[in-house]
């Protein structure tokens, strides 16, 4: 058999020899089977299949037929009309391939994989650990939910079986949703123990239900004391040493690093890419007409007089370059290869008893959900290849394929000729909203920020005349029942004096705020995510994210995403922007940044908000839970400070948020497959602060790093629960002041600056003896001729309040105004 061995040696022997690893069971299990070994806690030794088409170049139909023959014999076994009724279900990353295969022998039935790929607006049908992967969640995410909710035969498929964990994860999760009489579980290679095996018998016995297994050859593996610990002294020895990594080199008429020709494989429309959704019989049909033109289109493209052609799929996406790779098998009088890429990391070592000879390692390139990671594709270089054609679906064809780094650039590096082919990402239909939502706005072309700091999951509505003088607008929301987020008011243009006041306020506290931020950074990832994504809530939010990843890259070295997104009083947050970020990111890893607490009202939308969403899209996993910089209402458990002093980010509009609007949610301008809007104040530039403000407070980063570290340190061992304190206080002063609505006390010195920039404010509170850190709010109620008055025992600095009877500048919690 073709790479059974390489130059008559066992590709097992490298690794058998040196840990006592063996095979035992059927004779055909060497030429099926080759080891290696992998940076993995929980397994070391790795059984790398020859006939697979992930991690060794085969011929595509030595890889297929292994699959389809495994088909035929499950129709056998189920007998023609239990085989009428079955569903196959594919593991990934592996088996995707294989699984697909397994469904065309059995017969016109649906195929669905597991995938670790979340796609917003499609509920999981299931979910199960894999136990000894180095990434263990899958989904199921079949766009039709009644897919696994039949009773006919469940056929599962993976490569091998070690222990049978993973199908009995499955078997355990779909069995209690769907209860049903019949499995068959399908593997290239069955290398359970007895013991293994005698707990799936009993297994299926608990449940009620028949357990079949057909595997193509089965045996054991042979794992002597201690093998763990020595396999991994061996990895760590020969990866510092730098075994097995390919030398760069650019062969001659190779193409620049990074590019590679393309060819439009014109795939039909509509067509599943593979079975993340489901694959149907009819699917089958028009791919297998599709397939010859597609393959001549490819063969078109190849160099001529290519002697060895490598096809190379893209992880999960296994299927449909297989396919391609037979078919051009077929057709070209060259020795075609078939393999993919991976994300599971294996020891290379150049030597012809070991089944890993190279390794290209490259960016992963599909913005997986689990964040940025390594990749690799291996046994490709030094392999003698004349071309590669590199299939991945659209998902994956982004700057990070492209990048001097990625995985083109990689292939170039050894082979003359490579092709890329391009085949759409399938987006289960939904009639109710666009398939894709747009792509964050960046800037320059929006906002002042550099690209990297921030992504707004927002429409650009800058073009559009929103601002009305403020009781104008005020009287509007009063006389026609509008909504505060309809409308913008005008932008404040300080003048020189409070410019002054903004630059000596940003002096006297950017060291208080980078020991702040760097807090709440450091509490972020040690209790939320080793590599979170930050959403910041538009707009006071977005400084302090642009503040929190900075931190992390200083402090860490990581580089962060970030997002900004609209939540609306009365209308929770932008379920667009959650779906767009659930497509791209796992939700569990999302953080939710504000700048500040007040009296919570926020907390308490977005806790709503998201409820309401999961509800609605099926989508589980955000936590809304806030980080801010500074919690001085007691609202949140994750926070840099409880004080209540004046963030600088707070005097200003726009001007010190990269020159962007508050947001927008008006009917006419946003439709419910839009992402809320916002303006670019482009002609603000002259007095744009935004870089400042941020470049004043990272400047002190390595003067509070050590207290930051002992302040977090401290915060961790505290109780930070939520006594909303704060929320008690509004109620308070609520009532003391005759104002009967909470949503019209607008505590801390952030939300009055707010109120005294864009409302119309009936007086404002100061705590006796408050200092400097109420300068701007003293000028600002100068200038609107709104008294102040020093009140005893104030919990906050500073509490602004709006009257009821005041009706311009009224605002309720529904977003409306309040009327006497």
Not at 291 to 314: D, H, I, N, S
Not at 719 to 724: K, Q
Request: charged fraction near 20%; charge should be negative; proline fraction near 7%.
């Amino acid at each position: 058999m073709k790479n059974a061995v390489n130059d008559g040696v066992w590709t097992g022997s490298w690794v058998a020899e040196r840990l006592g690893v063996g095979l035992t069971g059927d004779d055909g299990l060497p030429a099926l089977l080759g080891l290696a070994l992998r940076r993995n806690p929980k397994r070391a030794h790795l059984l790398v299949s020859n006939v697979l088409g992930k991690h060794v170049p085969q011929s595509p139909s030595v890889v297929y037929d292994h699959g389809f023959r495994l088909g035929r014999r499950v129709a056998e076994l189920l007998g023609g009309t239990e085989a009428a009724t079955a569903v196959v279900l594919g593991y990934a990353e592996t088996a995707t391939g294989l699984g697909h295969a397994v469904a065309d022998g059995l017969g016109p039935v649906p195929y669905l994989h597991s995938t670790r790929r979340p796609v917003a607006g499609i509920a999981p049908a299931g979910g199960f650990e894999e136990s000894h992967s180095h990434a263990t969640s899958h989904l199921l995410l079949p766009e039709d939910p009644a897919l696994l909710a039949g009773d006919g035969p469940l056929v599962l498929v993976d490569d091998e079986f070690s222990t049978g964990n993973t199908v009995l994860n499955t078997i355990r999760d779909l069995h209690e949703r769907h209860p049903r009489e019949r499995y068959v579980v399908v593997a290239l290679v069955d290398m359970r123990s007895p013991e293994d095996a005698a707990r799936m018998e009993r297994f299926a016995g608990e449940i009620g239900a028949r357990v079949d297994l057909v595997a193509t050859a089965s045996g054991t593996v042979r794992l002597p004391p201690g093998v763990l610990e020595k396999g991994q002294e061996l990895v760590a020895h020969h990866e510092s040493a730098g075994a097995g990594r390919a030398v760069p080199r650019t062969p001659r008429g190779a193409p620049q690093p990074g590019q590679a020709g393309r060819v439009d494989l014109r795939w039909p429309p509509g067509l599943p890419d593979g079975g993340r959704h489901g694959f149907t019989p009819a699917h089958r049909a028009r791919l297998e007409a599709a397939l010859p033109a597609m393959a001549a289109r490819t063969a078109e493209a190849l160099p001529a007089g290519a002697g060895r052609v490598l096809v190379l799929g893209c992880e999960e996406l296994m299927y449909a370059p297989l396919r391609l790779a037979r078919e051009l098998e077929r057709l070209l009088p060259a020795d075609v290869r078939f393999s993919t890429t991976t994300r599971s990391p294996v020891l290379a070592v150049d030597d012809p008893g070991y089944a890993i000879r190279t390794r290209l390692v490259f960016p992963a390139h599909d913005d997986p959900a689990d964040g940025p990671g390594e990749r690799y594709a291996y046994n490709v270089a030094g392999a003698g290849f004349d071309a590669v054609v590199a299939v991945v679906d659209s998902a994956a064809d982004t700057s990070a394929l492209h990048a001097p780094d990625g995985l083109l650039a990689r292939l170039a590096a050894h082979v003359p000729h490579v092709l890329l082919a391009v085949v759409p990402s399938y987006v289960p239909h939904a009639p109710e909203r666009p398939a894709m939502l747009p792509e964050p706005l960046r800037g320059p072309a929006f906002s002042s920020y550099a690209p990297e700091e921030v992504g707004w999951l927002l429409q650009d509505l800058s073009d559009v005349h929103l601002e009305a003088p403020t009781e104008e607008r005020e009287e509007a929301i009063q006389s026609g029942g509008a909504h505060y987020a309809e409308s913008l008011p005008v932008e404040y243009q300080p003048s020189e004096q409070y410019q002054q006041l903004f630059h000596a306020a940003l002096d006297a506290s950017a060291a208080r705020i980078a020991r702040a931020a760097g807090a709440v950074t450091e509490l972020v990832l040690a209790e939320r995510s080793p590599r979170p994504v930050l959403v910041s809530l538009a707009r006071a939010g977005t400084p302090v994210g642009i503040l929190m990843r900075r931190w992390a890259r200083f402090r860490h070295g990581l580089d962060l995403p970030h997002y900004a997104v609209s939540i609306v009083r009365g209308r929770g947050i932008d379920a667009n922007a959650l779906r767009w970020l659930a497509a791209h990111h796992d939700p569990r890893d999302v953080v939710f940044v504000d700048g500040w607490t007040g009296k919570g009202a926020i907390t308490r939308e977005l806790a709503q908000a998201v409820e309401e969403f999961e509800a609605k899209e099926g989508i589980t996993g955000f936590d809304p839970e806030i980080a801010v910089l500074a919690d001085p209402g007691s609202c949140v458990r994750v926070y840099g400070t409880r004080e209540d002093f004046l963030i600088p980010s707070a005097c200003l509009n726009s001007t010190v948020s990269g020159l962007v609007s508050r947001t927008v949610l008006r009917a006419d301008l946003v439709g419910p497959d839009d992402f809320h809007g916002a303006k670019f104040y482009r002609e603000l530039a002259g007095s744009d602060v935004s870089g400042a403000f941020l470049d004043a407070v990272s400047a002190r980063f390595p003067e509070v790093a050590g207290s930051v570290g002992a302040a977090a340190g401290e915060l961790m061992t505290q109780d930070r629960s939520p006594t909303w304190a704060g929320w008690r206080a509004v109620e308070r002063i609520s009532e003391e002041y005759g104002i009967h609505d909470v949503n019209l006390v607008k505590p801390g010195v952030g939300e009055t600056t707010r109120v005294l920039l864009r409302r119309v404010p009936w007086k404002i509170l100061a705590r006796a003896g408050a200092g400097a850190d109420l300068d701007h709010v003293r000028l600002l109620a100068g200038q609107r001729g709104v008294p102040v008055e020093e009140v005893g025992g104030l919990p906050y600095t500073c509490v602004g309040l709006i009257h009821p009877q005041y009706t311009r500048g009224a605002t309720g919690a529904d977003g409306r105004a309040v009327t006497a």
